[in-house]
């Protein structure tokens, strides 16, 4: 096998975006102007506490941006992707499709 024309290379992967729930809650943000923690869960399927610890290191990197809103008695909780979020997710996408041309 002669690979040696393309990077492979693991370390190019952004190593945020190597986790499947952390891939999945970006990629369903990329399509949503604000998605709602409710909503978002449903899409992702994931459970309270491992969608809030997701959301908390992605926030963390600057890639979401969390907008919290007094909805009656309830806090809704509103998440977007950042612009740097957004970039991260389009560079990931170029080098998964590098790889699999």
Same mark, same amino acid.
Request: without cysteine; charged residues 25%; glycine residues 6%.
């Given at each position: 096998?002669? !690979?040696?024309? %393309?990077?492979f290379?693991?370390? /190019?992967?952004?190593? =945020?975006?190597?986790?499947?729930?952390? #891939?999945?809650?970006?990629?369903?943000?990329?399509?949503?102007?604000?998605?709602?923690? !409710?909503?978002? %869960?449903?899409?992702?399927?994931? /459970?309270?506490?491992? =969608?809030?610890?997701?959301?908390?290191? #992605?926030?963390?990197?600057?890639y979401?941006?969390?907008n919290?809103?007094?909805?009656?008695?309830?806090?809704?909780?509103?998440?977007?992707? /950042?612009?740097?979020?957004?970039?991260?997710?389009?560079?990931?996408?170029?080098?998964?499709?590098?790889?699999?041309?």
């Open positions: 096998m002669n !690979s040696g024309y %393309k990077n290379d693991y370390k /190019s992967i952004d190593k =945020l975006l190597g986790n499947r729930l952390r #891939l999945a809650i970006m990629s369903a943000l990329y399509h949503s102007d604000e998605v709602d923690f !409710s909503s978002l %869960k449903l899409a992702v399927k994931a /459970s309270d506490g491992n =969608l809030s610890i997701q959301i908390k290191q #992605l926030r963390e990197a600057g979401l941006l969390v919290k809103v007094q909805a009656g008695t309830r806090e809704q909780t509103y998440m977007a992707l /950042s612009d740097k979020g957004r970039m991260a997710l389009l560079a990931y996408k170029r080098v998964m499709s590098s790889w699999l041309e």
